[in-house]
């Protein structure tokens, strides 16, 4: 409902086919060209190019479609890449090769049943469909009685287990799970992150911290032991510890662009952008299209007036990902609050016709086109036609700026009772009325306003920062 500025701490997930791929497995076919394709398949696989492990598998199995280790592997893909990509058809085309994939091998390979069990799992949260995790804990169950496993084998469907677990809402069954793939093998770095994991959402910070710590401890060369952590410190408030993490595991690798990204995010987080813009300037440099990255760079060089280049990243993003909508938003906002309203009215009406579910843009979109003078009701009229009980918070930001309601009637429309939806609203209430004022030649009284809406310490909502924007043009200290 209230639009904040994208860059999210990047918490590195390792919940897939984890030891899954043997090295084996390529070579039990004596043709060797279709042997040298699955070895590729396999090297694009665990390198999570997943398109091209499709490619090559299917080349595979144009020649010989029964071929199991080329089926297993185009499955382990398409389901990575149907979770990736939010796809649930993906996914149901992956469990599919992976049951082809055991049907032809005939000797209940159980590595074949990764794929299979994990893509359930996750087909449980796309279409919302519990019964698909009882599913896969069924058949973990029926491969677990088997007497022929090796260990890893073991704590890898333990591990499969607790990701249908948790679909499920069993703390405990997760736990126990997790617990015995760790007990089968130690170094099962997966199960180790997803016991973590765990822990940040159903113990104590304490118990989180020291879970997380025993997974840089057991990992201590792992950049991502120290990428979430330092994630879970960030949730918490620790930007210091988090941001040193950051830094250790960038130490450990230099081309770990999530511990690049995530520092430059924590210091935009704690209110300091230079270095903000300094650390994604760094992540930049080790991969130039990283464009989370440079938007959120955006976000630091506006945040200390730098417009013109704050500009041009937004633009650049917006040029290299014209399917995103959300590249147009952040470039409508920015232009918004330098005062280039044709540019936001353009921006904002972009996005919003690619995805109209982004309706906390209207009220954005109509500042716009008020500044420019092309306002049209009939693109607010269906706002104009609600019944008061049914208005929501966006539709009293739009009926404010139309002259329905006054500024004291909008700030009564705010939530009644979730605190955080609440200080959301009156920031936005507080940057509205504030800008209204302007408009209208009363500066004085719209920094008034504005103070009143950087007082929520909310960094994360675009009016916050439009308050603060107005503020250090207007030279006014912001406290």
Aim: proline letters at 3%; hydrophobic letters at 40%.
């Amino acid at each position: 409902m209230f639009q904040k500025y994208r860059g999210a701490i990047l918490f590195v997930a390792i919940v897939g086919l984890s030891g899954s791929l043997s090295d084996s497995l390529v070579a039990q076919d004596d043709n060797a060209n279709l042997e040298a394709l699955k070895e590729q398949a396999d090297v694009a696989y665990r390198q999570r190019n997943f398109p091209k492990t499709i490619e090559l598998s299917n080349q595979v199995l144009k020649t010989a479609a029964k071929d199991h280790v080329a089926l297993y592997l185009r499955g382990s893909a398409r389901v990575e890449m149907g979770i990736v990509t939010g796809n649930a058809e993906f996914v149901r085309q992956g469990i599919a090769d992976a049951r082809e994939a055991i049907r032809n091998e005939g000797k209940g390979k159980a590595e074949y049943y990764l794929p299979y069990v994990y893509g359930m799992s996750n087909l449980a949260d796309l279409e919302g469909k519990i019964n698909h995790a009882k599913t896969a804990q069924t058949v973990v169950e029926s491969v677990l009685g088997r007497d022929d496993l090796t260990k890893v084998q073991r704590a890898n469907l333990h591990y499969q287990r607790a990701q249908a677990d948790m679909r499920l809402k069993d703390v405990a069954a997760t736990e126990t799970d997790l617990n015995k793939a760790i007990e089968l093998d130690p170094t099962h770095l997966a199960a180790h992150m997803a016991k973590a994991e765990l822990a940040a959402t159903s113990k104590t910070p304490e118990e989180a911290v020291a879970a997380f710590s025993t997974v840089v401890q057991t990992f201590p060369k792992n950049p991502v032991a120290y990428n979430n952590r330092g994630m879970f410190f960030q949730s918490q408030g620790k930007t210091t510890e988090a941001i040193a993490d950051f830094a250790q595991a960038i130490k450990l690798d230099g081309r770990f662009i999530p511990a690049y990204i995530n520092r430059g995010f924590a210091f935009l987080e704690a209110g300091d952008a230079a270095k903000a813009e300094l650390a994604l300037s760094e992540a930049l440099k080790v991969d130039p299209n990283q464009l989370g990255a440079q938007s959120l760079r955006a976000t630091a060089r506006l945040n200390q007036n730098k417009v013109d280049e704050a500009l041009a990243d937004y633009k650049q993003v917006a040029e290299k990902a014209p399917q995103n909508p959300m590249s147009f938003a952040d470039l409508g906002f920015a232009q918004f609050f330098s005062g280039d309203f044709a540019g936001s009215f353009k921006s904002f009406d972009k996005a919003l016709t690619m995805q109209k579910e982004m309706r906390f843009l209207l009220p954005w979109k109509l500042a716009s086109a008020i500044r420019t003078g092309t306002y049209k009701q009939a693109d607010y009229q269906e706002v104009l036609a609600k019944p008061e009980g049914s208005r929501d918070w966006i539709d009293s930001l739009v009926l404010f700026q139309l002259g329905q309601v006054d500024a004291a009637t909008l700030l009564k429309s705010v939530h009644p009772d979730n605190k955080d939806a609440r200080s959301a609203q009156f920031c936005e209430g507080y940057y509205f009325i504030g800008m209204e004022l302007l408009r209208r030649n009363r500066q004085k009284d719209a920094i008034g306003y504005w103070q009143q809406a950087t007082r929520s310490k909310l960094p994360k909502l675009s009016a916050y920062r439009g308050a603060v924007f107005a503020l250090k043009n207007s030279g006014v200290e912001i406290r």
